[in-house]
Nanobody
Framework: QVHLVESGGGLVQAGGSLSLSCEAS????????MDWYRQAPGKERELVAG??????IKYADSVKGRFTISRDMANLVYLQMNSLKPEDTAVYYC??????????????WGQGTLVTVSS
């Protein structure tokens, strides 16, 4: 079983910065991609940023130029969020897809961490 632990988040004023991290642990053979999603109150969950095993990176248009996703070591992913806006307020989730030690595909989600940006 694959387990994700997220950290970071909190309350920040508009224009400020926050950093999120997510570590995957458990029986992992390989990781195909590590993504960050967010869900604001009353809205659907949306992809914020993602990085795949080849290093390709994608961002939502709303965060381009402000957020940076990076991967450190095999199972850690970060999301650096700068120039935060009130509309960035949401619960942020880490999502990791890959293959477990028994070569079965997995799609794991973190517990979510709240980011609140005050105006």
């Amino acid at each position: 079983q694959v387990h994700l632990v997220e950290s970071g988040g909190g309350l920040v004023q508009a224009g400020g910065s926050l950093s999120l991290s997510c570590e995957a642990s458990g029986s992992i053979f390989s990781i195909n991609g590590m993504d960050w999603y967010r869900q604001a109150p009353g809205k659907e969950r949306e992809l914020v940023a993602g990085i795949n095993s080849g290093g390709s990176i994608k961002y939502a248009d709303s965060v381009k130029g402000r957020f940076t996703i990076s991967r450190d070591m095999a199972n850690l992913v970060y999301l650096q969020m700068n120039s935060l806006k009130p509309e960035d307020t949401a619960v942020y989730y880490c999502n990791v897809k890959g293959y477990s030690g028994n070569l079965k595909a997995f799609d794991a989600w973190g517990q979510g961490t709240l980011v609140t940006v005050s105006s």
